[in-house]
C-alpha cells in the first residue's frame, strides 16, 4: 500500500489515478488528518507527498513524515512535497525567478533511479512559485534534475530512500509520467504494470481529468498556490 498524504491539493486524484492505472493500492490521507504513529501502525510500503497551495512550512505532517520515517519507508515528493523534503532537511525554500502554473519547460537529468529509461532531456508539466535554494541545500540530498535555467527539478537522498521532484508526473503533459512512478516503486519494492492506450482509466462526468489539466493551465488568480 502506498499512503498519499494530500495537502489540500485539488488535483491530488490525479497522483491516486495514477497509481492505480500502475495497479497500486493508495490510501489517501489529508495532511492534518494522520500521524507518525498511526503511520507507522499502517505499515505503508511507501509514502507519497503530493503538490499543494502552501508553503513546507505549512504542509502539516509532511516534515515529521520526512525527519522520522524517512530511514524506514521509500517516500517521493511531488512539487511541495518535493520541497518539503529539502526543507524538513534545512534547505531554504525561496521565490522563484519565475512563477511557473501551466507551463512545460525542458528538464535535463541524470538518467539512474527515478529517471531510468526516460527521455533526456524530457518535457515536463510545471506549477510552482516557489523552489529550493540551492546554496542552503544540505550535503545529504543530492540534485538529480535541473530545468534549463537551472532551477533544481529533482533532488534524491544519498543515503536513505527518498527523492523529489518538484515538476508533476501525473500531468499528461508531462513525458513517462507513469515509467516516473514506477521506478520509484520499483524502489519501494512493489511491482508496477505500465498501461497500454487501452489500459488507461476513463474520467467520469464528475471527475473530468482533462478539463481539470486544461483548468491547471488557465487557473483563476485565487486559485493560484505557492508551493505546487
Known sequence: ??????????????????????????????????????IRQRQPQAILLSPGPCTPRESGICPAIVRELGQEVPILG?????????????????????PIHGRTSSISHDGRSLFEGLPNPLT????????IDESTLPPELSVTARSTEGVIM???????????????PESVL???GHELLSNFLRRASIEAHIPTIHEFQL???????????????HPSPGSLGLGG
Not at 511531488?78 to 519565475?98: F, K, M, N, R
Not at 529533482?154 to 536513505?160: F, P, T
Open 174 to 176: 508531462t513525458q513517462g
Open 78 to 98: 511531488v512539487c511541495l512535497g518535493h520541497q518539503a523534503i529539502a526543507y524538513s532537511l534545512g534547505a531554504d525554500i525561496v521565490c522563484a525567478p519565475e
Open 203 to 217: 474520467p467520469t462526468s464528475d471527475d473530468d481529468f482533462f478539463s481539470r489539466e486544461i483548468l491547471r493551465d
Open 124 to 131: 515536463a508539466m510545471r506549477y510552482h512559485s516557489l523552489m
Open 154 to 168: 529533482a533532488i534524491e537522498h544519498r543515503e536513505w530512500p527518498m527523492m523529489g521532484v518538484q515538476f508533476h
Open 1 to 38: 500500500m502506498v499512503l498519499l498524504v494530500d495537502n489540500y491539493d485539488s488535483f491530488v486524484h490525479n497522483l491516486a489515478r495514477y497509481l492505480a492505472e500502475l495497479g497500486c493500492e493508495t490510501d489517501v490521507v489529508r495532511n492534518d488528518a494522520i500521524d507518525v504513529e498511526t
